[in-house]
């Protein structure tokens, strides 16, 4: 299996995949002053290709800066007490990072045989891929709570708000704990069946030494 089938297997399982996520008519963040043309999305890591900015309800030209921060520029500068506002599809996570968890999954399933760490998911065995595949989205998940805790004092969330009350954020923060959690118990289910599979309780240890206790008391 390579990383590109790899990575979309996970972005399916994580709902990440390319449409998953749209933005319509969203408001972007930037100085609506008649001078400035530099704005930032909301959301991050958008998909540069379905982007379309928007002053007064009406298309104007626009280019992608940065597809990770959301920066944009707009050809011309809106006027004062104009609306600017964008539509996109955007997504959690980049290729890269989902490469990184695959390979941790990888590791934490206990057996691989690469040199190099790396590329350690592609180097497990067949029927560990989808234990490192659950502990990969759980890590996923993790890295994503961390993410919106961060977020939530960041400047940008202060002036959008996103209609999360305090109430509703934490809902989310605990949901997303919750399935956290149950990609972990999937992942350690998976893993442990494979080794029961082989007559094992789990992976085998390296270097562990077996003793017997001695036993104190009266001989008999």
């Given at each position: 299996m390579s990383y590109s089938t790899a990575i979309t297997e996970l972005r399916q399982l994580l709902g990440d995949t390319e449409f998953h996520?749209?933005?319509?008519?969203?408001?972007?963040?930037?100085?609506v002053d008649g001078v400035n043309t530099l704005f930032f999305t909301y959301d991050k890591r958008i998909m540069t290709n379905t982007f379309q900015a928007f002053v007064n309800g009406v298309e104007v030209q626009?280019?992608?800066d940065d597809?990770?921060?959301?920066?944009?520029t707009l050809a011309n500068a809106p006027d004062i007490n104009s609306k600017v506002n964008a539509?996109?599809?955007?997504?959690?996570?980049?290729d890269e990072e989902l490469q990184n968890f695959l390979n941790k999954g990888a590791e934490s399933t206990g057996q691989f045989t690469s040199l190099i760490?790396?590329?350690?998911?592609?180097?497990?065995?067949p029927g560990l891929k989808q234990a490192a595949l659950f502990?990969?989205?759980n890590m996923a998940i993790k890295s994503l709570i961390q993410f919106m805790i961060n977020r939530r004092h960041s400047e940008e969330f202060l002036l959008e708000q996103d209609n999360n009350s305090d109430s509703n954020f934490s809902s989310m923060i605990t949901a997303l704990n919750a399935q956290a959690k149950s990609f972990w118990d999937e992942a350690v289910?998976?893993?442990d069946d494979f080794y029961k599979r082989l007559g094992k309780r789990n992976a085998p240890a390296f270097g562990v030494k077996t003793v017997k206790l001695r036993k104190y008391g009266a001989f008999r």
């Amino acid at each position: 299996m390579s990383y590109s089938t790899a990575i979309t297997e996970l972005r399916q399982l994580l709902g990440d995949t390319e449409f998953h996520k749209k933005a319509t008519n969203k408001r972007i963040l930037g100085a609506v002053d008649g001078v400035n043309t530099l704005f930032f999305t909301y959301d991050k890591r958008i998909m540069t290709n379905t982007f379309q900015a928007f002053v007064n309800g009406v298309e104007v030209q626009a280019n992608v800066d940065d597809e990770i921060k959301g920066q944009i520029t707009l050809a011309n500068a809106p006027d004062i007490n104009s609306k600017v506002n964008a539509s996109y599809y955007w997504r959690f996570w980049l290729d890269e990072e989902l490469q990184n968890f695959l390979n941790k999954g990888a590791e934490s399933t206990g057996q691989f045989t690469s040199l190099i760490p790396d590329n350690a998911y592609l180097s497990i065995q067949p029927g560990l891929k989808q234990a490192a595949l659950f502990f990969a989205s759980n890590m996923a998940i993790k890295s994503l709570i961390q993410f919106m805790i961060n977020r939530r004092h960041s400047e940008e969330f202060l002036l959008e708000q996103d209609n999360n009350s305090d109430s509703n954020f934490s809902s989310m923060i605990t949901a997303l704990n919750a399935q956290a959690k149950s990609f972990w118990d999937e992942a350690v289910f998976h893993r442990d069946d494979f080794y029961k599979r082989l007559g094992k309780r789990n992976a085998p240890a390296f270097g562990v030494k077996t003793v017997k206790l001695r036993k104190y008391g009266a001989f008999r």
